[in-house]
């Protein structure tokens, strides 16, 4: 029983030195790719599928962690009216129009 316990224990410990080799690697510009091919040639099958499940994990937290872009809402709201008076919906008859296709009625006067 001990000795399952030891086991148990070392696979922890080469989980750990393997996923701070994995991160070092990453931080010096090596590929996933590059990264399987010399854990494949150095360690058991179970350690390399450990491996993979690592770098999928790492790459979907990059993808999480991107900066989101935010929006200034008067700038927004200009560029969109600008954009508006440049198709020409300033127009009365026009604008009188839209809002009837809005509500429901009929197409452009």
Do not use: H
């Amino acid at each position: 029983m001990l000795d399952l316990y030891n086991i148990g224990k070392n696979i922890e410990v080469q989980k750990q030195q393997l996923l701070t080799a994995i991160v070092q690697a990453k931080q010096d510009g090596l590929g996933n790719e590059e990264i399987i091919d010399n854990i494949r040639e150095a360690l058991p099958d179970v350690m390399v599928s450990y491996a993979e499940t690592v770098l999928k994990q790492i790459d979907f937290r990059a993808k999480l962690s991107r900066p989101v872009i935010e929006f200034n809402g008067s700038i927004l709201f200009w560029r969109i009216a600008l954009r508006l008076e440049v198709w020409g919906y300033t127009n009365k008859t026009r604008l009188r129009g839209f809002q009837r296709v809005r509500a429901g009625g009929r197409k452009f006067v």
